[in-house]
């Protein structure tokens, strides 16, 4: 049984599964990533909640794990070379599980490449800009009386769907009829738009038509309607 007590984070959030790899999240856009990714391949692990509401990210025991104070993270127990492994940010993670398992990536180099380009994509563009027209639209920013803040992630976002809308153009998922880590680091941040933050009319998320087919085959897959709600909420 893997001895995972040299990590501080145990110590408030115990392993009662330490030979299972510990996810500790909460069911944000970036943090289901992770979850849907470990229940569409079947790696058995073990989920801890992180209450980001009561600042959990920012104690001691967490900062240990990931100095961003930002979910998700994860322990696996047999990392390569079957020592334990630390890993924060959610598209390396999911990265690494893809390659662990070897499943939801291609294998064709030029395939394989063209589906992190993807991943990247949503890292780098989809969820900075989302996230911050939600801030603005859902949250505090609306009490912002300058409005340019706002109106520039609006834009952005709505063109930022635009792109995906040209690429799921006669494709089932974003590498076409293979369903990879692409669609899993996009999914939760399409949903969150149109539904927690309510943005959907601001980006005119009617009138598109391949992102919203693709996002309810996600949305319909098992593996994501468990994801979805796991770590449970506090």
Excluded: C
Excluded at 35 to 48: K, V
Excluded at 75 to 92: H, K, M, R, T, Y
């Amino acid at each position: 049984m893997p001895d995972l007590s040299a990590f501080p984070i145990t110590k408030r959030w115990p392993a009662t599964h330490p030979d299972r790899l510990q996810l500790y999240s909460l069911p944000t856009p970036n943090g289901v990533k992770v979850s849907i990714m470990l229940e569409e391949t079947g790696l058995p692990y073990e989920p801890h909640t992180i209450d980001i509401g009561a600042s959990e990210t920012w104690t001691p025991e967490f900062l240990s794990l990931n100095p961003n104070g930002k979910i998700p993270a994860i322990i696996d127990p047999d990392g390569p070379g079957g020592q334990p492994l630390v890993l924060f940010e959610s598209g390396a993670i999911l990265l690494y599980l893809a390659e662990k398992t070897g499943k939801l990536l291609p294998t064709d180099p030029a395939r394989r490449y063209e589906t992190i380009q993807w991943v990247f994509f949503q890292m780098a563009a989809v969820g900075p800009m989302f996230g911050q027209l939600g801030y603005f639209h859902k949250f505090a920013g609306r009490e912002i009386e300058d409005k340019r803040p706002q109106e520039r992630y609006r834009a952005e976002s709505q063109r930022l769907l635009g792109v995906l809308e040209g690429r799921l153009a006669g494709r089932t998922w974003i590498m076409g009829d293979d369903y990879t880590i692409a669609d899993i680091a996009l999914l939760g941040w399409v949903r969150n738009l149109i539904g927690f933050y309510g943005a959907g009319d601001l980006v005119a998320y009617s009138e598109l038509t391949h992102v919203p087919a693709w996002l309810e085959r996600g949305l319909a897959r098992p593996a994501v309607q468990r994801g979805l709600t796991i770590p449970a909420r506090p």
